[in-house]
């Protein structure tokens, strides 16, 4: 149970930690600055270096924990396709009734191999950008950076608006929950959460639509311990970038435009990271759940 | 506050001497300046740095920023100096290896970082 809770208090341990140090490098800093002001020039381009040195450290982990997740994911896929596969042709009957089509298996392994290849690359180069523009000053990439960030969310939205309308053609989508129920939650959270907000409401609503379907084959308590399992990368990343887009706040009346514009940017590419997370989390319930499916209707369980 | 005084006593000895012993008086001024800076640093800067340093020993890098402060300070001190004197290419000399010193450290300091960043990058591949 202790490691348990650790697994969630972990991150908001390293965003008080963050919180604390900015503090005190700002004040630091302003120190520095009273006493010797032919400083500043170096003080400014010091900060950013400290702010990277120390911060740096969650950035990185951050990344890390995203290729962990898609090379866990990727093997998983990879794993499971051959006995998907094998059991699509072998329980036809039962695919006839369920709709799930073996096109959705590709889909899902293209998803990964964009995570892999394009979304995580192409946000290490916008963050990369971002630090260029911040640090040399008189350069500017800061359009580039947004550009790239803008196409990487552009391909999440689009691949899981791509999933979801798949996945309802094919009448999988055959037990729904009343919406009137979760509406006032969802809009709170879009509203409050930059950027990946709607995606996050969007992720809930799929799973409002398949929750009956599944707690009637796996029970309640399991449903709910797997979605943990599926999202806890993405809210650890949530913290993460949240954290630093609360830094950005703290730091900007002390210290120029520079510093909080920096930590806003690495904010705002890490939601981006934080909604490929979801992306695969969402991919990663979906197999999950086909799996599960299949295996109960393999033994003879009825609805 | 008592530097204060030091620095006026220092004062009123110079004058005497650029009036009695002008050709000396430049060795002299060279000579209190180096008192004065040693009573400076010893005696109120030291202290001070030891004071904010012991609030915040356990945040990192805190030590390498003061100090970084404080060389590039003792540098526009010499380059005064020199200036003084009526060197000021060796008062610049004074602040360029000052600069190369701070870029040293830091640049190596920074260098960690961006080896781990490109590590990442590796994993990914």
């Given amino acids: ?303 | 506050m008592t530097i204060l005084i030091y620095a006026v006593i220092l004062l009123l000895i110079l004058l005497l001497i650029k009036e009695t012993v002008p050709k000396l008086h430049s060795l002299v001024a060279i000579i209190f300046f180096f008192i004065i800076l040693h009573f400076l640093i010893s005696k109120s800067v030291l202290p001070l740095i030891g004071q904010i340093l012991s609030y915040v020993n356990s945040v990192p890098y805190v030590p390498q920023l003061v100090y970084s402060a404080l060389f590039y300070q003792l540098g526009i001190f010499f380059k005064m100096l020199f200036d003084e004197q009526e060197h000021e290419t060796m008062g610049e000399f004074v602040m360029f290896s000052v600069r190369i010193v701070l870029l040293t450290y830091w640049v190596s300091e920074f260098a960690k970082v961006l080896s781990s960043f490109s590590s990442i990058l590796d994993k990914l591949q």
Wanted: hydrophobic residues 60%.
């Fill in chain 1, 1 to 303: 149970m202790d490691e348990l809770l650790n697994i969630f208090i972990d991150p908001l341990k390293i965003a008080g930690k963050s919180i604390i140090l900015v503090i005190t490098y700002t004040i630091l800093f302003l120190i520095l600055e009273a006493f010797v002001p032919q400083f500043k020039k170096w003080g400014d381009t010091l900060f950013i270096v400290v702010l990277v040195l120390t911060l740096g450290q969650t950035v990185m982990e951050a990344f890390s924990l995203m290729g962990d997740i898609v090379n866990i994911a990727s093997d998983f896929f990879l794993s499971i396709t051959p006995i998907l596969m094998s059991i699509i042709v072998v329980l036809n009957a039962v695919f006839s009734f369920i709709a799930w089509s073996p096109i959705v298996v590709a889909i899902f392994d293209f998803l990964i191999v964009l995570c892999q290849k394009v979304l995580i690359p192409g946000i290490v180069i916008a963050m990369l950008l971002d630090f260029c523009t911040r640090f040399i000053g008189e350069m500017s990439f800061s359009k580039a950076s947004d550009l790239i960030r803008g196409t990487v969310m552009t391909l999440i939205t689009a691949s899981l608006l791509l999933m979801v309308a798949f996945l309802s053609f094919a009448g999988v989508a055959f037990f729904t929950v009343d919406k009137a129920i979760a509406s006032p939650v969802k809009k709170v959270i879009e509203q409050t959460i930059p950027i990946v907000g709607s995606l996050i409401v969007e992720g809930f609503s799929i799973f409002q639509k398949y929750q009956s379907a599944a707690t009637t084959f796996a029970g309640f308590s399991a449903m709910t311990a797997f979605w943990i399992a599926a999202f806890y990368p993405a809210g650890k990343l949530l913290i993460h970038a949240m954290t630093f887009k609360i830094l950005a706040a703290i730091v900007e009346p002390f210290s120029g435009g520079t510093i909080s514009g920096f930590l806003d940017d690495i904010g705002k590419s890490l939601l981006v990271l934080c909604a490929t997370a979801i992306l695969l989390g969402i991919a990663f319930v979906f197999m999950w759940l086909i799996l599960m499916i299949i295996l109960q209707l393999g033994v003879g369980k009825n609805f």
